[in-house]
């Protein structure tokens, strides 16, 4: 079993930055490719991005290309998410998400999920 707890999330204003950071209890992380994907109200929940269990392949949804980040410290169980120039549409519940064994985009690969932080975007 895999626990999960984000935190980092709050409110920022378009243009600013954030780190998001999901602790994994459990002796298994390091085997695991990570996740997040993020839910906006009124909408389904979507990739964001992944890991894979060493980090050497990561993948980002064409909409964060190139603002965020997605790193992991497996001697601190811990994955991290840096957003830079925020936008607006980023607004939304991020989970992170565990148990895949391969960086996948899709949700149903992924077996434990935290209980999400709120990023807001607004002026």
């Known amino acids: 079993q895999v626990q999960l707890i984000e935190s980092g999330g709050g409110l920022v204003q378009p243009g600013g930055s954030l780190r998001l950071s999901c602790v994994a209890s459990?002796?298994?992380?390091?085997?695991?490719?990570m996740g997040w994907f993020r839910q906006a109200p009124g909408e389904e929940r979507e990739f964001v991005a992944t890991?894979?269990?060493?980090?050497?392949?990561?993948y980002y949804a064409d909409s964060v290309n190139d603002r965020f980040t997605i790193s992991r410290d497996n001697a601190k169980n811990t994955v991290y998410l840096q957003m830079n120039s925020l936008k607006p549409e980023d607004t939304a519940v991020y989970y992170c998400a565990a148990g895949s064994s391969y960086a996948a985009r899709g949700e149903n690969e992924y077996r434990y999920w935290g209980q999400g932080t709120q990023v807001t975007v607004s002026s």
């Open positions: 890991t894979s269990w060493g980090g050497g392949s990561v």
């Open positions: 459990g002796r298994t992380f390091s085997s695991y490719a």
